[in-house]
T-cell receptor, first 111, second 111 residues
């Protein structure tokens, strides 16, 4: 867990604004994931990437975009098309064993 | 039907009690199973993997019943520090290497 960093910890967005959440890892894991968690609910998969320069949509990809130009980095952009972006965003990494390790998360609030 | 279902609780138990959580999953082809712990407003952390033969880690015991498609977590001698939400996690092997999370069961251990 110590090898995954997310920034910022708190983020406030105005209506119509795009924002980018950072996720960096030094665990040398191939796979990286973005989840969203709403109060009292489970984690929902937004996007995931198994290898550099490749990524796949998860269950709720609409209104989000990602890139994976480096193994260490998997930034998530929340676009203005995402109608209800206020949530807790969690980045995770993993290897072949399927176990995933999470970063500390970013809390996004729309003003 | 949800892919992974858990009783949301809360389970309120006194210190020293034994408490058990169950979780059911819908995809019979699932191969990997985990319990994660999530403290309030924090990221999930891996508690233990669940193996077919069952496994124990100190006060925690996890069991898998493939025939009935459920997973259990037993906590003995509960401590105040065990208060958290426990997430049941399954790899459904749907062709993507991404985990499916239950919504969690909240445990509150009282003095």
């Amino acid at each position: 867990d110590g090898g995954i960093t997310q920034s910022p910890k708190y983020l406030f967005r105005k209506e119509g604004q795009n924002v980018t959440l950072s996720c960096e890892q030094n665990l040398n894991h191939d796979a990286m994931y973005w989840y969203r968690q709403d109060p009292g609910q489970g984690l929902r998969l937004i996007y995931y990437s198994q290898i550099v320069n490749d990524f796949q949509k998860g269950d709720i990809a609409e209104g989000y975009s990602v890139s994976r130009e480096k193994k260490e980095s998997f930034p998530l952009t929340v676009t203005s098309a995402q109608k209800n972006p206020t949530a807790f965003y969690l980045c995770a990494t993993g290897q072949a064993t399927d176990t995933q390790y999470f970063g500390p998360g970013t809390r996004l609030t729309v003003l | 039907r949800k892919e992974v279902e858990q009783d949301p609780g809360p389970f309120n138990v006194p210190e020293g009690a034994t408490v058990a959580f169950n979780c059911t999953y819908s995809n019979s082809a699932s191969q990997s199973f985990f319990w994660y712990r999530q403290d309030c407003r924090k990221e999930p952390k891996l508690l233990m993997s669940v193996y077919s033969s069952g496994n124990e880690d100190g006060r925690f015991t996890a069991q898998l019943n493939r025939a009935s498609q459920y997973i259990s977590l037993l906590i003995r001698d509960s401590k105040l520090s065990d208060s958290a939400t426990y997430l049941c996690v399954v790899n459904p092997l749907t062709g993507r290497r991404a985990l499916t999370f239950g919504s969690g069961t909240r445990l509150q251990v009282q003095p």
